[in-house]
């Protein structure tokens, strides 16, 4: 099997040759392990395509996961200079004093106009100043203050507008098919709405809008759901084998279970229907603390749950999950990616994935990965050890 059939027949549990491998990498671990310049990376299709698949390659992982929207081929006419310093992280400088920092081994970091000395946070809305009606989706891994007022976003929606989405969005997906859309499994990203209310208000100040303005919150929500609900089929018609919804926010170190009911399952379950009639599965990534909700995440209507961080980072079981919802959903990940990946011996991580494909796998419906992002300084030969354990391990039974 290829590694696009691979992981096709794990999401629908159906049979494998073996269990498939995927890990979505931090930012800063393909620019610590290629030579793609840090600018480059952040700011060009072309650069993060090159670095998807040449990790993909490296790891033989059997997918990959897009997760920075397409570039703008003609960035640089908002550019007025980039500098490198000694140890390869970058600063871009903007027309008009906005700033983006590239380190080497983080994600980008944003600054708004004016030099250091001049610099003043760039203010957020308070909940009255926004208007659900002139919201669709906002994307915080945008280029940087270029366009929308308050965030890093595209420019607020207006009704009836038909070119939200500039074709160049999805520029990195077109790339990474046109290179291995046939051997790997290519999958895209966006954000769930929660996600993008907390992006728009702040974390704390977010929270205590639920509490404080829940109706004008669930207005922005239900507005936030359908922008993503739109890229999602997109990115699903121009070719993506599955539609991740990056939904971070949602477990249990920032709501209960009750709030989860109130103010995520509604607005995705919107979404997850909307991309599914594509006819593309659809898996939700929420991270830690979600071992307490995962019958309300497989209530959303979704094909599968990723992350799934094990106890100290997360409060998942794997065997647990397996009994509770294993037969509903396809699961991807467990593997705690600081307490294993990054710290233990090439020997302990296969030892480890060899256990999580043991419970995985049974049934069917299991793809071995990191719980979260890999870190950016987890040894490689720990990442080429997962794809060996699956194949020690061999076919599952079923």
């Known amino acids: 099997m290829t590694g696009k059939q691979r992981i096709e027949a794990a999401m629908r549990h159906q049979p494998v040759d073996r269990v498939p491998v995927m890990c979505q990498l931090a930012i800063g671990h393909y620019l610590l392990n290629t030579d793609v310049k840090p600018a480059d990376l ?48 970058q600063t871009v400088f903007f027309v008009g004093g906005d700033t983006a920092r590239c380190p080497d081994d983080d994600n980008v970091q944003h600054f708004p106009a004016g030099r250091p000395a001049m610099r003043v946070p760039r203010r957020r809305p308070t909940i009255d100043e926004v208007d659900p009606q002139r919201l669709y989706y906002d994307d915080p891994h945008c280029l940087g203050g270029l366009k929308y007022p308050f965030y890093f976003g595209l420019e607020p929606y207006e009704p009836g507008r038909a070119d939200y989405w500039p074709d160049y969005w999805f520029r990195t997906i077109d790339l990474v098919l046109a290179e291995v859309g046939e051997q790997l499994s290519v999958h895209g990203e966006i954000f769930s709405p929660f996600t993008q209310l907390m992006e728009l208000f702040g974390y704390e100040q977010a929270l205590m809008y639920l509490i404080d303005e829940p109706e004008r919150c669930r207005a922005i929500l239900a507005a936030y759901a359908q922008g993503a609900a739109d890229l999602g089929a997109r990115q699903a018609r121009r070719g993506v084998d599955a539609v991740l919804i990056s939904s971070a926010f949602a477990g249990g170190g920032f709501i209960s279970p009750r709030q989860y009911r109130q103010f995520v399952l509604p607005y995705e379950a919107e979404v997850v229907g909307r991309v599914q009639q594509e ?65 233990k011996t090439r020997r302990e991580v296969r030892a480890d994935a060899l256990w999580r494909l043991k419970v995985g796998s049974r049934g069917g419906g299991y793809i071995l990965s990191s719980a979260c992002s ?17 194949e020690e391990f061999g076919t599952p039974a079923m």
């Open 279 to 343: 006819g593309v599965p659809v898996y939700t990534h929420t991270c830690g603390d979600i071992g307490d909700r995962l019958e309300l995440m497989a209530e959303t209507g979704i094909d599968g749950i990723d992350t799934l961080d094990p106890p100290p980072l997360g409060s998942v079981d794997l065997e647990d999950a397996k009994r509770r919802v294993g037969d509903r959903v396809f699961f991807k990940g467990n593997i705690d990616p600081v307490g294993t990946l990054l710290t």
């Open 374 to 390: 890999v870190s950016p300084r987890v040894p490689p030969e720990n990442l080429t050890a997962l794809v060996e354990a699956s």
């Open 42 to 89: 952040w700011f060009t299709s072309e650069g993060f395509a090159r670095a998807l698949i040449a990790l993909a390659r490296r790891y033989r992982f059997d997918g990959v996961l897009i997760n920075l929207p397409g570039r703008d081929p003609l960035w640089m006419r908002y550019v007025e200079g980039i500098e490198t310093a000694d140890d390869g992280s």
